[in-house]
């Protein structure tokens, strides 16, 4: 049967304010109310029952998500008690499911994006899905088609169609971020999608693929599928290192039994990595601005203002380009143009107020 | 004996969302965490002993006076139950101190400014006691030699110089606020003064005065000393209007007993009427940014940065010239260019979250 993994581990700062080192962005309601992570269940249902639904996190954001995502089952919540990178969040629940249900196929997806329109979305799942049922040597990946010569994505050389198929075909390999004359290349020629971190396969073909390639990752999977109560002891054990890096490109280059296959992702793909990217993606009034939350604007242009707090207003006057975002704890008055580098603010709050408050 | 009478009145929105609707700026804690009251306070007591100061605010602010200063005698506060300008809070102390003591000589004095050098102020205070003392015609008021070509304040056209004072001379006339062209004449001619709104007399010369030009005032405050007990009904009852318009520049035309003596003021007046000039008068670190409160800066220069709440942080990063007020209800995201116009703000605060935010 088919299953959904969903992934909304990491932490990350880059909407500080709003995302912490206890707050995943996938788990901020950003739009209209709803979460990153709450879109991808809803696009996830759209394939599969909610009883098929898995979310993999942080064991820390487990609250969190349930009080999200109530529909998902207990057993279909995997908490990592450390963070051990892209191969194990996608290899425990392989194991988990591969024991419930050894004919399991599974779409292992991220919630980072935005993803418009969603028909689009649910059509090349269903495709990446039928390739994977198909053929039992296909690690399937899903490709996001460019829009853009971004270098901030890797890329993934398409190769042969596959017969029978709208959009599969062969991946040749996987490249690494490119500069921005490559990236032009890239998408000059039509051959390279972006590689969107998301995968359908068997779960038995991925385990084997993880047995040739990563054995003692594969043993310790295994016994922690069987063992869920060793999680503890097993889970940090594991060697920390991407999916991409320990499974797909060593099954690219023929490393082992399988095949890389990709799907094309015909969609919007927003990054909502930092504050001006949100603000693109959120609707904006006539003057510009993006506005959330109890505030007061004047003569104020394309701003973005959030406020998550209920008894206070946020009074924005006479400014252009502003981002100024009010949490219970702390906020945030920067411009949306250096918006993205909110990373030496953190370090600065944290010198100036404590790890608590970042 | 001589007393100083501190007006503490009003309420202001020009430093919202520091100053509200429910707090007059004299009682902010805006300069290195010390009140414009208590500098007033400290300026009167380097002339007086404290048990001579008296403070005259609005009644619902009187709970904060004796915070900010627990010297003053409880019988030395007066709280007006409702705004009636500056003639009924000059003629009040004025009357209960003539009952308190026949020879009672008042400073009247405001808090909204910051004074330096104190000491020139003290000198200044001294000889204008000094001429009252000696002349019970004199309503003594204090003249700020003009250091620029200001259009925001009422002028005084000085006269013959007083034998035997250093500074002292009759006033030919108040003039109005000046357009800017009559300012610089103003200022050429050396002959005007900045009308301060601070005054020296006998208790019994200014009410002389005020029973010849304003008698129902004059008769209302009588009672109203005599029997304090009679404060909410008779207090309502007064004409509202300035001790400028009803006393001063009716005497300087020779229309009562007395006569109008200035004294100057040589010292730098600073009104901090809003945040731009708040900015000017506070100190600014090595970037140009004037910062109170738990604040992170980065990338930020000429910036002022107010947080009043303890358990917040507030994090600017990449602006120039900006203003961020940050209070447990309300925050203020402004230019410093535009900050003097705070009260357009403060209507979209009313409209967008009530005026319980004002």
Redesign the interface.
């Known amino acids: 049967m088919r299953y959904v993994v969903i992934m909304a581990g990491g932490s990350g700062t880059r909407l500080w304010?709003l995302s912490r080192r206890g707050t995943p962005k996938q788990l901020l309601k950003l739009i209209g109310g709803t979460s990153l992570l709450r879109l991808a269940f809803e696009r996830a249902t759209r394939v599969v029952p909610a009883e098929r639904v898995l979310v993999v996190t942080g064991a820390p954001y487990l609250d969190a998500v349930r009080e999200d995502l109530p529909e998902v089952a207990p057993q279909n919540l995997l908490g990592e008690p450390v963070g051990r990178d892209s191969l194990n969040a996608v290899a425990w629940p392989a194991a988990v499911l591969a024991r419930r249900d050894p004919d399991a196929v599974i779409a292992q997806l991220t919630a980072d994006q935005l993803i418009e329109p969603v028909d689009a979305f649910v059509a090349a799942l269903e495709e990446a899905f039928a390739v994977a049922e198909s053929d039992d040597r296909a690690l399937v990946t899903l490709g996001v088609v460019p829009t853009s010569p971004h270098t901030g994505y890797g890329y993934l050389h398409r190769g042969e169609p596959l017969a029978g198929f709208p959009s599969a075909c062969t991946v040749r390999e996987f490249r690494e971020k490119p500069d921005a004359d490559t990236a032009g290349a890239y998408l000059a020629s039509g051959e390279y999608w972006w590689n969107a971190g998301m995968f359908v396969w068997r779960a038995s073909t991925f385990l084997d693929q993880l047995a040739a390639l990563e054995p003692a990752t594969h043993a310790a999977v295994s016994e922690l599928a069987a063992e869920p109560d060793r999680l503890e002891e097993i889970f940090p054990t594991l060697r920390k290192t991407s999916v991409d890096f320990g499974i797909m490109e060593p099954v690219s280059r023929g490393a082992a039994t399988g095949r890389v296959v990709a799907v094309a992702l015909p969609i919007d793909w927003r990054d909502v990595g930092g504050f001006a990217s949100l603000a693109e993606v959120l609707t904006a009034d006539a003057d510009g601005n993006v506005v959330d939350g109890?505030?007061?604007?004047?003569?104020a242009r394309d701003n973005l203002v959030i406020?998550t707090v209920d008894?206070?207003?946020?009074?924005?006057?006479?400014?252009t380009g502003?981002v100024?975002v009010?949490t219970?704890?702390?906020?945030?008055?920067?411009?949306l143009?250096?918006a993205e580098?909110?990373k030496?603010?953190?370090a600065?709050?944290a010198?100036?107020?404590g790890p608590d408050?970042t």
Chains 1, 2 share one sequence.
């Open positions: 304010p109890l505030t007061a604007l004047t003569d406020n008894a206070h207003v946020v009074a924005v006057s006479g400014t502003m100024v009010h219970p704890d702390a906020t945030l008055v920067t411009t143009a250096g580098s909110v030496s603010v953190v600065a709050v010198d100036a107020a408050f």
